[in-house]
């Protein structure tokens, strides 16, 4: 197996891969989507580390799905991690909130890695797309699925039948990204946003984006249950009370930076 094209750096609690395949338009290869799921792996057993952020290299694609060469030498689908999807996300329940900054084309893959991401921070000139069936096949990793909850049909099925791309600020319109930025202020905004997160207390953070997860796929009132038991428990944590005595101090709140 080749080296795989992804740096890893930690700064504090914020983990930052980026992914370091420039000439193939960040395209992930076996080695390359292995080693996302490996890192993320380890950062989801990792109590020091509060959420990670993924980016890709140069300003050109953030990713662009499989590495169609090494999909032509050896078979297709080799970035597919059993169990966990296309670099190990797209199928995957993380407890970790995972950051976006889309720097570049974000296509087949690229596109669904974003819409399996918690927070996504495009540049403005960023496009995006399942351009699958250009190449006689379809985003099954969670591409189709997850725009089929995010997107009216209409809009889903142009993307997916026809493979043509969008632009940032359509993306933005349509809800599938947070946030759009300049080029130049992408990674300090990602960060920026990440650090606001990681300042908040850990466990509240987790049980919310758990809470998110679970009910979009919960009737609304078994939803509305599972968020009563576990808020409860939060309304009496040690967290809850520090926010709380904070805002009637007027004064910040200063939780424990354990990701519990």
């Given at each position: 197996?080749?080296?795989?094209?992804?740096?890893?750096?930690?700064?504090?609690?914020?983990?930052?891969?980026?992914?370091?395949?420039?000439?193939?338009?960040?395209?992930?290869?076996?080695?390359?989507?292995?080693?996302?799921?490996?890192?993320?792996?380890?950062?989801?057993r990792d109590a020091g580390i509060g959420a990670i952020l993924l980016t890709g290299e140069g300003d050109r694609a953030f990713c662009s799905g499989m590495d169609m060469k090494e999909a032509a030498a050896i078979g297709a689908g080799h970035g597919l991690?059993?169990?966990?999807?296309?670099?190990?996300?797209?199928?995957?329940?993380?407890?970790?909130?995972?950051?976006?900054?889309?720097?570049?084309?974000?296509?087949?893959?690229?596109?669904?890695?974003?819409?399996?991401?918690?927070?996504?921070i495009a540049a403005d000139h960023a496009r995006f797309g399942l351009s699958e069936v250009k190449r006689g096949l379809f985003a099954f990793a969670g591409g189709i699925q997850r725009l089929a909850h995010a997107v009216p049909r209409a809009t889903g099925l142009w993307m997916i039948l026809t493979g043509e791309t969008v632009d940032a600020a359509r993306m933005l319109s349509l809800g599938l990204v947070s946030e759009v930025v300049p080029a130049d202020r992408l990674m300090p905004r990602a960060r920026e946003v990440a650090e606001q997160i990681l300042s908040f207390d850990a466990v509240a953070v987790r049980r919310a984006k758990m809470l998110f997860d679970s009910a979009a796929d919960m009737p609304i009132d078994q939803a509305l249950r599972f968020g009563r038991a576990y808020g409860e428990e939060t309304l009496a944590s040690a967290a809850g009370r520090e926010g709380i005595a904070a805002f009637a101090e007027g004064r910040g709140a200063r939780f424990n930076d354990s990701a519990g």
């Amino acid at each position: 197996m080749a080296e795989p094209g992804l740096r890893i750096e930690r700064q504090g609690r914020l983990l930052i891969l980026t992914i370091a395949r420039p000439a193939r338009a960040n395209a992930l290869d076996a080695a390359t989507s292995a080693a996302i799921d490996e890192a993320v792996e380890e950062a989801e057993r990792d109590a020091g580390i509060g959420a990670i952020l993924l980016t890709g290299e140069g300003d050109r694609a953030f990713c662009s799905g499989m590495d169609m060469k090494e999909a032509a030498a050896i078979g297709a689908g080799h970035g597919l991690i059993p169990g966990r999807g296309f670099a190990g996300l797209t199928e995957r329940r993380r407890t970790k909130p995972l950051i976006l900054a889309i720097n570049g084309t974000a296509v087949a893959g690229g596109m669904e890695m974003l819409l399996a991401a918690d927070i996504v921070i495009a540049a403005d000139h960023a496009r995006f797309g399942l351009s699958e069936v250009k190449r006689g096949l379809f985003a099954f990793a969670g591409g189709i699925q997850r725009l089929a909850h995010a997107v009216p049909r209409a809009t889903g099925l142009w993307m997916i039948l026809t493979g043509e791309t969008v632009d940032a600020a359509r993306m933005l319109s349509l809800g599938l990204v947070s946030e759009v930025v300049p080029a130049d202020r992408l990674m300090p905004r990602a960060r920026e946003v990440a650090e606001q997160i990681l300042s908040f207390d850990a466990v509240a953070v987790r049980r919310a984006k758990m809470l998110f997860d679970s009910a979009a796929d919960m009737p609304i009132d078994q939803a509305l249950r599972f968020g009563r038991a576990y808020g409860e428990e939060t309304l009496a944590s040690a967290a809850g009370r520090e926010g709380i005595a904070a805002f009637a101090e007027g004064r910040g709140a200063r939780f424990n930076d354990s990701a519990g």
